[in-house]
């Protein structure tokens, strides 16, 4: 590890850092280091990664922590999706091929006895062979690039685990494995010969129809959300003949149940149509994320509204909805005073939610509802009651 890595380490300059906390990165970047041995980037880079931290991976907030560069910290899982995560897998030999800031390898391997980070970037594993030794955390870490590691290996793991990411000459969003670093589709055989249960972490972009298409082993797929905002695609594969895939859609921190479903169930279930009823049900962005919108009309009991709308209704109370419920009624656009406040809410309707405050002079905010939106008969707005 370079000397100024571990000079960081000192007592003067964490608490020069700690003190630092809220500054202006930008300004201080301009300043000239009170540390010879410690550059003003080095020290910036340390207080991004406290501030990144406190809110995505509060757990390392100790004493003798190091952190790596932003870009690392953009790439690592949150603390919220490692721990749900960790609480699926189990065994005797865990390894994570793309360790990097190793957030998920750290919760992931919990119920394992053996551990091992592969990692490519010889800095950003020693930083988290440091931190872990703070953490009390044991590993095998080795510096290699996935793929010589691949090839070489000849032991077997209960599961291996890959974050993959996108590759440095692809500056589009990414949609598929093979513009992925790794290549997932390259290596998928010998993977599977490698491991029990491959599992593998991918962006909320990717199409659910093409990853079953084009990985044969596939069993089991979990959408995760934390607070309504999908984060992550996680498959699972394993070399065991599955005939169905398995699909959870999970909104951490929420109270909303876990809708689980078989993979291909949408194409044949069926919606019935209706007119609002007292109760209108938005799902959460988890089951939009998995398409199933006749599916939750089908298992719910509920009425949809149009096609198009993915809204649902019911003149009874559906409990256990995945989503926000409200108890709502139809009005006229004539009887919307202006300068009264709701929170809007448009879903299949021409208009923009700025629109609509501009159009109906209406502020933002408050307790009460506004749904711009259309059912079968046409454009409606309903207001919460």
């Known amino acids: 590890m370079r000397k100024s890595v571990v000079k960081i380490l000192d007592k003067i300059i964490q608490n020069y850092i700690n003190a630092n906390l809220n500054t202006d990165l930008h300004a201080l970047l301009l300043k000239k280091s009170p540390f010879p041995e410690v550059s003003m980037h080095e020290i910036v880079q340390q207080i991004k990664g406290k501030q990144v931290a406190l809110k995505k991976f509060p757990f390392l907030l100790k004493d003798g922590i190091l952190f790596p560069p932003q870009l690392n910290l953009e790439q690592s899982s949150s603390e919220k999706t490692a721990a749900y995560k960790s609480g699926l897998l189990k065994g005797e030999k865990f390894i994570d091929l793309t360790a990097g800031f190793g957030i998920d390898a ?8 053996q551990v091992t980070l592969i990692e490519q970037n010889p800095d950003l594993l020693e930083i988290v062979r440091s931190n872990w030794h703070v953490l009390g955390k044991k590993a095998t870490f080795i510096n290699q690039k ?14 291996i ?19 992925l670093s790794p290549d997932i589709l390259a290596i998928q055989e010998k993977l599977l010969s490698s491991a029990t249960q491959v599992v593998i972490k991918l962006s909320p972009l990717i199409d659910l129809k093409y990853l079953a298409s084009v990985l044969p082993a596939i069993f089991r797929i ?19 003949k599955i ?21 291909g169930d949408e194409e044949n279930a ?22 199933t919108f006749n599916l939750i009309s089908q298992k719910m009991g509920l009425k949809k509204l149009h096609s198009n709308s993915h809204i649902y209704t ?18 006229d656009a004539k009887k919307i005073q202006k300068k009264s406040q709701y929170n809007i ?31 079968k008969k046409g454009k409606i707005i309903l207001k919460s009651v």
Not at 146 to 159: P, Q
Not at 251 to 259: A, G, T
Not at 315 to 331: C, D, L, V
């Open 106 to 113: 750290y919760y992931l391997s919990e119920n394992f006895n």
């Open 146 to 159: 996935l793929e010589s590691f691949l090839e070489k290996n000849k032991e077997v793991f209960d599961v």
């Open 161 to 179: 685990y890959l974050d993959p990411a996108r590759r440095d000459s692809n500056k589009n969003k990414v949609f598929l494995l093979e513009d």
């Open 222 to 240: 979990d959408i995760i959300a934390v607070k309504n905002d999908v984060k992550e695609i996680v498959v699972f594969l394993s070399n065991e």
């Open 243 to 263: 005939k169905n895939i398995s699909c959870n859609c999970i909104n951490l921190e929420s109270d909303d149940p876990v809708f689980k479903f078989i993979f």
């Open 270 to 291: 069926f919606a019935e149509y209706g007119e609002p009823e007292k109760y209108i049900y938005i799902p959460n962005n988890a089951i939009l994320k998995a398409g």
């Open 314 to 331: 019911s003149h009874s109370w559906i409990y256990n909805f995945p989503g926000r419920i409200f108890e709502m009624e139809i009005i």
């Open 345 to 375: 809410i448009t879903k299949n309707y021409p208009l923009k939610p700025e629109e609509i405050k501009k159009k109906y002079s209406i502020k933002d905010g408050g307790e009460k509802y506004l749904i711009f939106t259309q059912s």
